[in-house]
């Protein structure tokens, strides 16, 4: 099935920035949108950004403003572009992507962003 691979998660003072990656293989089927949610201690997880095929872009209204979603289609990446981080953006983070006909699911691992003020 499909792997996805994060990266570029830490610890950053509160107004520092960030950049996550994930990259998606081990698939035939064709990425119909990516994304990122994030789960902090005791909270549930909630939606952060998504970009789809057509590279249109959606934003939980919490980070619009300081955070910008990517992708690089021929290398099946997602970037979350993370700046002016406030210690409520403290969590793990995890990649999402959607594919094929329907929109099978797969997340990765997590990568755990800390923000202290």
């Known amino acids: 099935q499909v792997q996805l691979v994060e990266s570029g998660g830490g610890l950053v003072q509160a107004g520092g920035s960030l950049r996550l990656s994930c990259t998606a293989s081990g698939t035939t089927f064709s990425i119909n949108a990516m994304g990122w949610y994030r789960q902090a201690p005791g909270k549930q997880r909630e939606f952060v950004a998504q970009?789809?095929?057509?590279?249109?872009?959606t934003y939980a209204d919490s980070v619009k403003g300081r955070f910008t979603i990517s992708r690089d289609n021929a290398k099946n990446t997602e970037y979350l572009q993370m700046n002016s981080l406030k210690p409520e953006d403290t969590a793990a983070y995890y990649c999402n992507v959607r594919v094929g006909l329907w929109d099978r699911e797969y997340w990765g691992q997590g990568t755990q962003v800390t923000v202290s003020s």
């Open positions: 970009i789809n095929n057509r590279d249109s872009t």
